[in-house]
């Protein structure tokens, strides 16, 4: 029985879809704009010779092809010569929003057909009676920040009167979430996981979608935020692919931070890890041990939260090689009948004005030992990576999304 391999490089878009005008984002391309920059002679601290994207491993696969298909045009240092040794396609969104539950949900087979709510306001983002009952029910000496900021600004702009108040930093983005950040050692990660906790209850009732503990360590205005991050995440509004694939007795093994994506459920193994190099290697550690029939879910968070929205090309650049040059690790492990679905959930260009997430086509590149190349085409909907899925599991069917025909 084939096993699949879902790995979701965190915001690779490929090319504004037809709606971006309404999010702003005409003209955004995540992947594209590295690779011009690159190309362009561009440097950097993570990248300080310049010199063109080389990601031959993913090119070859078709991630230059599936761009051409969203942008029409080829961007420089993504073409490769001869067939693709996988199927590739350019996928659009059909949720309403662009975050990172809803990417993830629709890609396993459950488009949001309604709006999050959100913290709109740049500064005094929460309603008062929202802090005053967090503050009540988590026994809590006020808070900080109430605005909508960087993490890794608000936290150095506010640790020292944090850390001397003992008030947690409350912050949102253009996300449908609240974060709150906190000291390890003075503050403690349980208890901030606790007032998260208490906060997801209350954010109910304005529609949001995450809560997100954010702890840091560090002194004088020179603080960092760690690995212990966690998403308290709204459950998903109906079964997904994760959920169909467990009650069917297969083995569903989220790493990093898919299990707080979709609320812990429909898994029946999770792995935490931090970093991209942390989250391949756990990946290729279970491509070793799952049984037939498994799905491994990994979200390479990275991408996202250290090069796309801190707008580092140079970083996002870097990434994407070191990415491309373990991949023949992982194609070493796979078995006959295995197939691996390299995908994104948005975009967020690293050269696009202000930190948000932009609204793009991703990625649908499949491939395996038995899986002969071809263009799957445009599809208007991230639910069809999901019901490929499940048709080759040989799963029931999912309620949205075309199975791609990889035959």
Same mark, same amino acid.
């Given at each position: 029985?084939?096993?699949?391999?879902?790995?979701?490089?965190?915001?690779?878009?490929?090319?504004?879809? *037809?709606?971006?005008?309404?999010?702003?984002?005409?003209?955004?391309?995540?992947?594209?704009?590295?690779?011009?920059?690159?190309?362009?002679? #561009?440097?950097?601290?993570?990248?300080?010779?310049?010199?063109?994207?080389?990601?031959?491993?993913?090119?070859?696969?078709?991630?230059?092809?599936?761009? =051409?298909?969203?942008?029409?045009?080829?961007?420089?240092?993504?073409?490769?010569?001869?067939?693709?040794?996988?199927?590739?396609?350019?996928?659009?969104?059909?949720?309403?929003?662009?975050?990172? *539950?809803?990417?993830?949900? =629709?890609?396993?087979?459950? *488009?949001?057909?309604?709006?999050?709510? @959100?913290?709109?306001?740049?500064?005094?983002?929460?309603?008062?009676?929202?802090? %005053?009952?967090?503050?009540?029910?988590?026994?809590?000496?006020?808070?900080?920040?109430?605005?909508?900021?960087?993490?890794?600004?608000?936290?150095?702009?506010?640790?020292?009167?944090?850390?001397?108040?003992?008030?947690?930093?409350?912050?949102?983005?253009?996300?449908?979430?609240?974060?709150?950040?906190?000291?390890?050692?003075?503050? !403690?990660?349980?208890?901030?996981?606790?007032?998260?906790?208490?906060?997801?209850?209350?954010?109910?009732?304005?529609?949001? #979608?995450?809560?997100?503990?954010?702890?840091?360590?560090?002194?004088?205005?020179?603080?960092?935020?760690?690995?212990?991050?966690?998403?308290?995440?709204?459950?998903?509004?109906?079964?997904? +692919? +994760?959920?169909?694939?467990?009650?069917?007795?297969? =083995?569903?093994?989220?790493? !990093?931070?898919?299990?707080?994506?979709? /609320?812990?459920?429909?898994?029946?193994?999770?792995?935490?890890?931090?970093?991209?190099?942390?989250?391949?290697?756990?990946?290729? /550690?279970?491509?070793?041990?799952?049984?037939?029939?498994?799905?491994?879910?990994?979200?390479?968070?990275?991408?996202?939260?250290?090069?796309?929205?801190?707008?580092?090309?140079?970083?996002?650049?870097?990434?994407?090689?070191?990415? $491309?040059?373990?991949?023949?690790?992982?194609? /070493?492990?796979?078995?006959?009948? $295995?197939?691996?679905?390299?995908?994104?959930?948005?975009?967020?260009?690293?050269?696009?004005?202000?930190?948000?997430?932009?609204?793009? @086509?991703?990625?649908?590149?499949?491939?395996?030992?038995?899986?002969?190349?071809?263009?799957?085409?445009?599809? $208007?909907?991230?639910?069809?990576?999901?019901?490929?899925?499940?048709?080759?599991? %040989?799963?029931?069917?999912?309620?949205? #999304?075309? /199975?791609?025909?990889?035959?």
């Amino acid at each position: 029985m084939p096993r699949t391999l879902i790995l979701v490089l965190d915001s690779l878009g490929i090319g504004a879809t *037809p709606d971006a005008s309404s999010f702003g984002d005409v003209g955004a391309d995540t992947l594209g704009h590295i690779a011009d920059w690159c190309a362009g002679g #561009g440097t950097g601290p993570d990248r300080p010779a310049p010199g063109m994207l080389h990601i031959p491993n993913l090119c070859e696969l078709g991630l230059g092809r599936a761009s =051409e298909l969203a942008t029409n045009r080829q961007a420089p240092g993504l073409s490769h010569n001869g067939p693709s040794k996988g199927r590739f396609a350019a996928c659009a969104e059909k949720s309403f929003g662009k975050d990172t *539950p809803s990417g993830h949900w =629709e890609m396993a087979g459950l *488009p949001v057909a309604f709006d999050w709510g @959100y913290f709109g306001q740049s500064d005094n983002s929460f309603p008062s009676e929202l802090l %005053d009952a967090l503050c009540a029910e988590a026994d809590l000496p006020g808070t900080l920040g109430n605005k909508a900021a960087s993490g890794t600004d608000i936290i150095n702009e506010l640790g020292d009167a944090h850390k001397i108040s003992g008030k947690p930093i409350c912050y949102t983005s253009a996300d449908s979430v609240l974060q709150i950040a906190a000291h390890e050692e003075t503050f !403690g990660v349980e208890r901030l996981y606790r007032v998260c906790d208490i906060a997801r209850k209350l954010v109910d009732d304005y529609n949001i #979608g995450r809560v997100i503990a954010r702890p840091f360590l560090g002194n004088d205005g020179d603080y960092k935020r760690t690995g212990n991050r966690r998403d308290i995440a709204t459950p998903p509004p109906g079964p997904t +692919l +994760l959920d169909i694939a467990a009650n069917a007795g297969r =083995e569903v093994i989220s790493i !990093g931070k898919i299990a707080d994506i979709f /609320a812990h459920r429909g898994l029946t193994k999770k792995i935490k890890a931090t970093g991209n190099r942390a989250l391949f290697d756990a990946t290729l /550690a279970e491509t070793e041990t799952a049984p037939d029939g498994a799905i491994i879910f990994t979200n390479f968070v990275d991408f996202d939260q250290e090069y796309g929205h801190r707008r580092n090309p140079a970083g996002y650049a870097v990434a994407l090689e070191r990415f $491309d040059r373990s991949l023949p690790k992982l194609t /070493a492990k796979l078995k006959r009948d $295995d197939i691996v679905v390299i995908t994104a959930d948005h975009g967020c260009d690293p050269t696009w004005p202000g930190n948000d997430h932009t609204r793009e @086509y991703v990625p649908f590149l499949l491939f395996g030992p038995s899986i002969t190349g071809g263009n799957m085409g445009v599809r $208007d909907s991230f639910a069809d990576i999901g019901q490929t899925i499940a048709s080759y599991l %040989d799963l029931p069917e999912l309620a949205h #999304g075309v /199975a791609a025909d990889i035959t």
